[in-house]
């Protein structure tokens, strides 16, 4: 009994050093300003055009995920909602959004607007199509609405610190402000990517197998994708074997191995540039969009030691 | 309970936060590596449990040669006029295109075809009496990228009510 306790105790303290570290507030808050912003501009640009389908869409057609089921259920809702209740969801998941992004109610707002973004496009959703690039930011920001990522940069902190000042509180500058619940959001949203992007590298182990690595098929995918999606420079290189068997090793790589970022911060930075080299080449020859999980790559920028850097060249 | 604030001890908010960790970790564990299936025997088709999602894009191999297959759906209408539907008139993406109408032809399931034909009966209104299904390919050879011939992949007879396969 005593070596069960003793293995628990040596557990939850590696736990507990790995996931509740102090840590910088800022970074936390810079996130929640970044990735609820990408939501915001997601639903004026792209979802609009989704949405607007929604109404001529058969009925025929409709089978729910498992997330619509869910936020259904309690409204008794068999087959889709009513188009109509897009005038009044759209708009509130707009002003949600806001107070996300302003840090009013902060945990509230954000809880709200992942809801209500869920809803949006889970509904969307529910007709025979998906896609990827949206999922991790809306997990992303389910994580960010259990986190005091409104704690620092948001009106909860100017109003608090107002209250602070009135009771003669002195208040740290923000940027220095750090928590042990600030560390564990960021390395959460590490740790999703990096699954994600073991589950890609998986798939092509377990359906593509050594055929995978010989470049034939990328260069397959960049021309046919280039074709499908007007990428004049996707269907160019993808004339070039050696090219294509180039690319297709360095995306192995990165796609096996992108989860050390979670456990070392040294090779943080390179990663983030490699990824954002990746997704946007991907883009570029391939017209599939993954900025969001760009965006995501917030998670592994120091910002408050970055701005604390620069006040203190400024002063 | 021991509460501290230097990152040590035990605390139930602690507890809470290891939970949803645990919690997310397991959702997206799952769902990348299709253990919900495998291992939960969940039910649910692909992407049922977005945003908790497998990413297996582009992990099918192919050969360098292989063709470009680029599906043009057409319809013949009662006055025996033939239109070539596109998918923004049955208001589908690219996408709900090719994986409704175009999979309901290729897969022989007139059940779901004829949703589609219904919409687009409905939108235009006019009758279709067969709509056929044709690939024009492009394939990648010494010279660079050429078109392959036209193949017609299927016909499908809409007359009396129900619709009737054949093939090219």
């Known amino acids: 009994m005593s070596r069960v306790r003793a293995w628990m105790t040596r557990t939850w303290r590696v736990w507990d050093g790995y996931w509740f570290r102090q840590a910088p507030l800022a970074n936390l808050a810079i996130c929640r300003i970044l990735f609820t912003g990408l939501q915001l501009i997601m639903l004026l640009t792209g979802i609009p055009r989704g949405l607007r389908r929604l109404p001529g869409l058969p009925d025929d057609l409709y089978h729910p995920l498992f997330a619509m089921q869910v936020l259904t259920a309690p409204f008794g809702m068999d087959g889709p909602p009513p188009p109509n209740l897009l005038f009044i969801v759209y708009p509130a998941t707009l002003v949600f959004g806001l107070l996300a992004m302003a840090g009013w109610l902060t945990n509230a707002s954000l809880t709200i607007f992942m809801i209500l973004n869920l809803f949006l496009q889970a509904w969307l959703y529910s007709f025979g199509e998906f896609h990827h690039p949206e999922a991790a930011l809306i997990i992303a920001l389910a994580i ?4 005091p990522s409104g704690r620092v940069l948001s009106i909860d902190a100017w109003l608090r610190r107002q209250r602070d000042a009135r009771e003669g509180r002195r208040a740290a500058p923000w940027w220095t402000e750090t928590s042990i619940y600030a560390s564990w959001p960021l390395l959460l949203i590490m740790w999703i990517l990096g699954l994600i992007y073991l589950s890609a590298a998986n798939a092509k ?11 034939d098929t ?9 074709l499908r999606w007007d990428a004049p420079l996707g269907v160019w290189i993808g004339q070039f074997h050696p090219v294509a068997l180039l690319l297709t090793w360095v995306t192995m790589w990165f796609e096996w191995t992108f989860f050390l970022v979670a456990l070392m911060p040294r090779v943080r930075w390179f990663y983030v540039l490699a990824g954002i080299a990746l997704h946007g080449g991907i ?6 969009p993954f900025f969001t999980f760009i965006v995501l790559y917030a998670v592994c920028v120091p910002w408050a030691s970055w701005i604390a850097r620069v006040r203190g060249r400024a002063a | 309970m021991t509460r501290r604030t230097t ?4 605390s139930a908010s602690k507890l809470l936060v290891s939970a949803a960790i645990a919690g997310v970790l397991f959702c997206q ?3 990348a590596f299709h253990w919900v299936h495998t291992m939960f025997h969940g039910r649910g088709r692909k992407g049922y449990y977005w945003p908790f999602l497998d990413y297996p894009m582009y992990s099918r191999p192919h050969a360098r040669r292989e063709p470009f297959d680029r599906y043009v759906l057409f319809a013949r209408l009662e006055d025996g006029t033939e239109v070539e539907i596109v998918p923004a008139d049955l208001s589908l993406t690219f996408w709900k295109f090719e994986k409704g109408p175009v999979r309901a032809i290729l897969r022989d399931d007139p059940a779901q075809l004829v949703v589609y034909v219904r919409s687009y009966e409905a939108r235009f209104g006019r009758r279709l009496t067969a709509v056929r299904l044709e690939n024009h390919p492009r394939v990648l050879g010494e010279a660079g990228l050429t078109d392959a011939p036209v193949q017609v992949v299927k016909t499908v007879d809409l007359v009396a009510g129900a619709a009737e396969v054949a093939g090219p």
């Open chain 2, 7 to 10: 990152g040590q001890g035990i």
């Open chain 2, 29 to 31: 564990t799952i769902t």
């Open chain 1, 283 to 288: 883009y570029v020859t391939m017209k599939a």
């Open chain 1, 144 to 147: 960010l609405s259990l986190s």
């Open chain 1, 218 to 226: 990328l260069q397959w995918y960049l021309i046919r994708d280039g």
């Open chain 1, 205 to 215: 182990a377990v359906v593509g197998g050594l055929d995978w690595l010989k470049g």
